[in-house]
């Protein structure tokens, strides 16, 4: 199935050509086209070609309108204000191309790719091995995988990366109590839950903490251990790989319930670069990027200063000859550029990180690593607070377990669809409970800019009213259910029939998808989608209120009404999916 031309892109080309035709030298001109309150869309670009031609706006504005061909495309035209035009798109053109759009049989709504597309590396979802997950790890991963599946849906090669925190210091303490307490990992069924064994690691843990504070001997051992973790001793590396095996269990337990989908092969943690460490650190001694200071390996920058206004270095290696986490983000950036021939490289990383990153990115340009062609950026996010404004914490003043803040939002909604709830058994009830809970919590994050922080209040998530993945999901459920009421009337466009005007508020809307999804990827912007979708389901819930569907005065508005039902129905359906919520067909 061919893409389709919208029609805001349709009008643009006549413009243009109409510009053409009255000044020669406006040729490329933009025609600055906007939806407007006052026609279907509004030309504003006259006017700065006036002030550039140093003629009369609305004269040269009339003079466009004459090379302007009105039909089933443009209906009217009209000259406005100092020199906007005012145009009107045809009805039977508004249905026509919603008729293609229904056509396409791919999901794709017709929806074009992107003409330039490359290779995007995106660093998200970075859980911490032998450590629970919790609210700050939220906006990562629902932020990381829309953008994942935004970009993947314009046309952009995407790989993933979780960079999870599989090494470090606290691995020696942990392995060498395993060594000595050899069943503390043993399960004894051969099915084992993500949280039986995050609390397996998180008792294990807690014990070898313990000892490790109290035992100067077990102390002396453990850090033995990181010395041996190191340099690769096969046993320390076996009882490592047991943590993180543990881990995964737990990870994809808690990612499955946030209802995304993250493969084995995509989580590449610190210790994947490790053999790519001492190279980084030569690479960049010999290149003079990075000198030796006090013993340890650094990088200076001009406008990177300490209160005492002293340049504060990015250290790569340490004085004692550790690598820092600078060296394993330098040797991630030379794998992604040279290995994965990325031309993108995206951070979806906490704004609180944002020096270090700004560091980090300035090093490998110096390096020469990336450049024009390659260029990398952090996806800053901000904080997840709670009604009060302040950071999320529990009522102990403990960080919120990320699995029981899911929990109770499914909670929630399924009392919620309890309520609502017409012929569903208890399954259907929890299923529905889980796919509202968790779309509710993502679209919250998702509806927020991501460098703004914002309020996690449940209460608000899980409304029907207002902004919320519910509201949305109500919308299309709603659909569904108007569908199936039809009984044999299938939708049908009729592109001979006037439209109403809320009938032509949400044709020129549902048009707009592509356009959307191409700013939102972009701009790695979800939050431009979530609104799109919001003010979709808003000007289907006036449609509805406005517009009999079933009870239409003839046979043909009835399909035609059908038919805008569901193509708006495969709108939503189409951009909740690039937000990773679900749609349920019933509510």
Known sequence: MASVTSLSNSVQQHLASALTATRPEAAGADPLLRRSDRADYQAN????????????????????????????????????????????????????????????????????????????????????VAKEMHVGHLRSAVIGDSVRQILEFAGETVVRRHHIGDWGTQFGMLIQYLDEHPHELDHKDAEVSGEEAMSNLDRLYKAARKKFDSDEEFKTRARRRVVDLQAGDPHTLAMWQKFVDESKIYFFSVFEKLDMDVRDPDIVGESGYNDMLAETCRLLEESGVAVRSEGALCVFFEDVKGPDGNQVPLIVQKSDGGYGYAATDLSAIRDRVFGLKANTLLYVVDARQSLHFKMVFETARRAGWLNEDVTAQQLAFGTVLGKDGKPFKTREGETVRLVDLLDEAIDRASAVVR?????????????????????AVKY??????????????????VSLNGDTSVYLQYAYARIQSILRKA?????????????APAERALGLHVDALGETVAEAAREYAPHKLTAYLYQLASLYTSFYDKCPVLKAETPEQVENRLFLCDVTARTLHRGMALLGIRTPERL
């Open 487 to 499: 009984g044999d009337t299938r939708p049908a466009a009729r592109p001979e029939l006037a439209l």
């Open 419 to 439: 309520e609502k709830a017409q012929d569903l058994s208890e399954e259907e009830i929890a299923e529905r409970g889980a796919q509202v809970g968790i779309g």
């Open 444 to 461: 919250a994050d998702l509806s927020t800019s991501a460098n703004r922080d914002y309020k996690f209040d449940l209460d608000q998530m």
């Open 45 to 128: 670009g006259i006017l700065a070609l006036a002030k550039k031609a140093k003629a009369n706006p609305r004269e040269l504005a009339a003079e466009v309108v004459s090379h302007i061909t009105t039909g089933d495309l443009i209906a009217d035209v009209e000259v406005s204000g100092p020199g906007f035009l005012n145009i009107t798109i045809g009805d039977r053109a508004i249905t026509r191309n919603l008729a293609a759009r229904y056509a396409d049989d791919t999901g794709r709504l017709g929806v074009p790719r992107s003409e330039q597309p490359g290779t995007t590396v995106i660093d998200y979802a970075q859980p911490n």
